[in-house]
């Protein structure tokens, strides 16, 4: 068994939204015609991408930030963290397809996840570099 398996399922999970995300910006470019490469079109479609979007833009400080808390602050609080992110996510998600000025609740519970193991793991690493 893995050190990390509750940061393993939760890398898995953030992929997956990511994934689910990506696959409903194709079925609404599908379903609304807007042809690749075009960024707008329906707003339905402009949505759905800008989920998706925000989403991979979260993705790319998330993911290493969980694994760096993983090894500072051990496997359940990182898979915790993941966990938040993902309803994170889903809130925003639903708020903002159906109606972009109500995203903000979700947004701050992924970007919580986000900063809030950011910071301790900074301050867990400086502290370490100064009295270790």
């Known amino acids: ?21 990506a696959a409903r910006t194709g079925q609404a470019r599908g379903k609304t015609g807007v042809k690749a490469p075009a960024m707008s079109g329906s707003e339905e479609f402009e949505r759905a991408n800008r989920v998706h979007l925000n989403t991979v833009e979260q993705l790319v400080m998330f993911l290493p930030v969980m694994w760096i808390f993983a090894s500072q ?4 609080a990182a898979g915790i963290a993941a966990l938040v992110w993902v309803i994170g996510r889903v809130l925003y998600s639903a708020a903002y397809m159906a109606d972009p000025a109500k995203r903000t609740v979700g947004f701050l519970i992924g970007f919580a996840a986000l900063v809030i193991p950011f910071l301790i793991s900074t301050g867990l690493i400086l502290w370490g570099l100064f009295t270790g």
């Open 1 to 21: 068994m893995s050190a990390y398996p509750l940061t393993m399922l939760g890398t898995l999970a953030v992929v997956l939204i990511t994934l689910i995300f």
């Open 73 to 76: 602050m051990g496997d359940l």
